[in-house]
């Protein structure tokens, strides 16, 4: 199916472990966003990547590791999980900026770290 | 700093009532602006958006007013419904050191009562 596609939905790890965030979209976007939303903070902006291997910090990127070594994957690795990472992410997608774009967002992936 | 101010946090109009959202920005880079609607369980998705040399755009029941000068925009809904409840969220698209990124306001909850 089209679209763009977060797995796993729900998620619960433990303090200290590695855990990975997958983000998928099928329509060749060269921009990718991951976000995390927490109450009273809306969405927070982690890391974002123009296209293949060009990525940039966003607000929040402390704790956080992404990768895009293909066009249609955008990774999230959380190195040492912590409760304070407790989250719903978000995961985006959007064209090339070319005037007026917009940006489609996964169904989340809702993480909590015990 | 936050580059998106966005008020109120919570909003409780009647149905068939005007909800008005507004939101400012500090950052004279932006050059887009839209506002996305979420369900709960959903990721956001795009709404209505308005670029910086228009003064206001209007869909259907939805309005944008914008107003450069003041760095303000604010969202109205009319007639409001009980189909209309969610959280509403404004943007700005911005230039960073990689490309673009979608910056967000903190996010309104708006509850239509029937």
């Known amino acids: 199916d089209a679209g763009i596609t977060q797995s796993p939905r729900y998620k619960i790890t433990e303090t200290g472990r590695q855990v990975t965030l997958m983000c998928h979209q099928t329509?060749?976007?060269?921009?990718m966003f991951w976000y995390r939303q927490d109450l009273g903070h809306g969405l927070r902006l982690i890391y974002y990547?123009?296209?293949?291997?060009?990525?940039d910090k966003g607000e929040v990127p402390d704790g956080y590791v992404v990768s895009r070594s293909k066009t249609e994957n955008f990774p999230l690795t959380l190195e040492s999980a912590t409760r304070s990472q407790t989250s719903v992410y978000f995961c985006?997608?959007?064209?090339?900026?070319?005037?007026?774009?917009?940006?489609?967002f996964g169904q989340g992936t809702r993480l909590t770290v015990v | 700093q936050q580059q998106v101010k966005q008020s109120p946090q919570s909003l409780i109009v009647q149905k068939g009532g005007i909800s008005i959202i507004n939101c400012a920005y500090e950052?004279?880079?932006?050059?887009?602006f839209p506002w996305y609607q979420q369900f709960p369980g959903k990721g956001p998705a795009l709404l209505i958006a308005?670029?910086?040399?228009?003064s206001e755009k209007k869909e259907g029941r939805f309005t944008i007013s914008f107003n450069k000068s003041a760095k303000q925009f604010s969202l109205h809904i009319m007639d409001s419904q009980p189909g209309d409840s969610a959280t509403y969220f404004c943007?700005?698209?911005?230039?960073?050191?990689?490309?673009?990124?979608?910056?967000f306001g903190k996010g309104t909850t708006l509850s239509v009562s029937s």
């Open positions: 985006a997608s959007s064209h090339q900026r070319q005037g007026n774009t917009e940006a489609f």
């Open positions: 329509w060749s976007h060269s921009y």
């Open positions: 990547s123009a296209a293949a291997d060009i990525t």
């Open positions: 950052n004279t880079a932006f050059d887009y």
């Open positions: 308005i670029r910086p040399d228009v």
């Open positions: 943007a700005g698209w911005d230039e960073g050191q990689a490309g673009t990124a979608l910056i």
